[in-house]
């Protein structure tokens, strides 16, 4: 089943696990997914930004992809290709959408600088891997240095009719949604969907902007699929509550150069990886991180009994 603009709610990005030598831990992988579908999400997205996908071989990559794939069932599966290269990002999206892979996102090099290459890019992106093939455009200017304007999207959009959502990581970004659900509502930009990412960091009022839920890896995607939940049902209030329990965490974890290690450490202490093991290159988390996170979730666990691990 392919990606389409209807799709809601939670996607997490899927960290890849690795056990301590740096071998992929298949148990874990089918641990994780398991997860995922037993505490409602939607979707899930693997070899993401924080996925570790550069440190991967192709033959790994594509191994990774169709077990998740495998695991996943019913629930469609959005694969990372980005490459520095038409060529490696052609022959990964061949090979997954072969296994079963909903579609695949797709990020910005960070050498566009123009809203010609920018929209011009993303042209040649779906010449090469088929229009047929659903895309995630990737919006995180944080990362990849790539501004794109409220109407730069609307380019890509209307131009390109295999771009079927947005994984909004601007920041700031919620006038950024504005304008998008504004163009859908006055008939300049078909609708797509919107998931957004940073952490989470902002998923409380991104909801309230026109975003239909999020595609981020915060280490308990399981209150990120409550506060969708909750939004959905009306229950704003109770969202915020949940959400601003869950924010210091979400802020520490947010970290550039440790996000992933502090990510990878919770995951291990709730069960879902065996080992908080990241691929070298990696910078292990030190005794006085690890001190601070512990404190993090003792805190959390007063209003979220899942933090009491």
């Known amino acids: 089943m392919k990606l389409t603009t209807d799709a809601r709610g939670v996607f997490p990005i899927a960290p890849t696990p690795f056990h301590d030598d740096g071998a992929i831990d298949n148990s874990s992988i089918d641990k994780l997914i398991d997860f995922y579908l037993g505490c409602g999400a939607t979707g899930v997205t693997v070899l993401g930004q924080l996925g570790e996908a550069p440190k ?102 209307t131009e390109i009719d295999s771009c079927v959502m947005l994984k909004h990581e601007d920041w700031p970004g919620l006038e950024k949604i504005t304008a998008l659900r504004g163009f859908e509502r006055d008939g300049s930009m078909r609708r797509i969907s919107i998931l957004c990412g940073n952490g989470g960091l902002f998923l409380d009022y991104e909801m309230q902007r026109g975003a239909d839920g999020a595609n981020t890896g915060y280490c308990f995607p399981d209150m990120l699929c409550d506060v969708v939940r909750l939004h959905g049902a009306g229950q704003v209030e109770q969202a915020h509550d949940l959400f601003d329990a869950h924010l210091p965490l979400i802020r520490y974890e947010q970290q550039p150069g440790v996000g992933l290690a502090v990510r990878k450490y919770v995951m291990m202490k709730r069960g879902l990886l065996a080992s908080a093991a990241q691929r070298k290159p990696a910078a292990p988390l030190t005794k006085s991180t690890q001190r601070e996170v512990d404190h993090l979730l003792r805190r959390l666990a007063r209003h979220d009994r899942r933090a009491e691990l």
């Open 56 to 157: 991967l071989e192709h033959a790994e990559s594509v191994a990774i992809a169709a077990q998740v794939i495998r695991r996943a069932g019913a629930m469609p599966v959005v694969v990372g290709v980005s490459a520095p290269g038409f060529a490696a990002m052609r022959a990964l999206t061949r090979e997954v959408m072969e296994r079963g892979a909903a579609g695949v996102m797709i990020a910005p090099p960070n050498t566009l600088r123009t809203d010609d290459q920018i929209v011009g890019y993303y042209r040649q992106a779906s010449e090469a891997i088929g229009a047929d093939v659903p895309f995630v455009l990737q919006d995180y200017p944080l990362t990849f240095s790539v501004q794109m304007t409220p109407s730069v999207v609307r380019r890509i959009v």
